[in-house]
T-cell receptor, first 112, second 111 residues
């Protein structure tokens, strides 16, 4: 069974300081990787989607994929208190199915 | 364009009661997913449809959970005889091709 693990479980940063979140997966042949944000009581908002090794930037969010080490990172540049939320990593192991396998998330708190 | 809508937003019931959740996907999306998200965990796929056909329901507790999408548009997820362990947020998502769009979820508490 495919596994997705995220670390840390929770992270507190000061406003404007870079936040870095880690996600590890179990299958190097996975097709696609996504980072979502979930504010309390809300649905999931996709932040960035990446399928090639390297970096992809979407606004203040940068995903970094390294299949060899089975890691995908999310870096948040100059986070604001409004970025406080649950951040979820998701892996699509087979694009034909489109099925997402999620990690349990990192709770990010940004202090003013 | 309207997003994915779900109702009700909240439900509280006693063990043994039944409950239904309703999802209206984005117009034109052929694929619909139901996820269960326990507190402090990531979403876990329960079942997904392409049009009206069930593609994968292997994670659906079949003895108490059922899901239908009779006309390939709206969908209903039903729990018969709810248990405390069913306490979670139930998310619906729809897609056309790859990107899934999520609704706000239904937060279920079973006392």
């Amino acid at each position: 069974q495919q596994k997705v693990q995220q670390s840390p479980e929770s992270l507190t940063v000061s406003e404007g300081a870079m936040a870095s979140l880690n996600c590890t997966f179990s299958d190097r042949s996975s097709d696609n990787f996504r980072w979502y944000r979930q504010h309390s009581g809300k649905g999931l908002e996709v932040l960035v989607s990446i399928f090639s090794d390297g970096e992809k930037e979407e606004g203040s969010f940068t995903a970094h994929l390294n299949r060899a080490s089975l890691h995908v990172f999310l870096h948040i540049r100059e986070p604001q208190p409004s970025d406080s939320a649950l951040y979820l990593c998701a892996v699509i192991y087979n694009t034909n199915t489109g099925k997402l396998t999620f990690g349990d998330g990192t709770v990010l708190t940004v202090k003013p | 364009e309207a997003g994915v809508t779900q109702s009700p937003r909240y439900a509280v019931l006693q063990e043994g009661q039944a409950v239904s959740f309703w999802c209206d996907p984005i117009s034109g999306h052929d694929t619909l997913y139901w996820y269960q998200q326990p507190r402090d965990q990531g979403p876990q796929l329960l079942v997904y449809f392409r049009d009206e056909a069930v593609i994968d329901n292997s994670q659906l507790p079949s003895d108490r959970f059922s899901a239908v999408r009779p006309k390939g548009t709206n969908s209903t997820l039903k729990i018969q005889s709810a248990k405390q362990g069913d306490t979670a947020t139930y998310l619906c998502a729809s897609s056309f091709r790859y990107e899934q769009y999520f609704g706000p979820g239904t937060r279920l508490t079973v006392l």
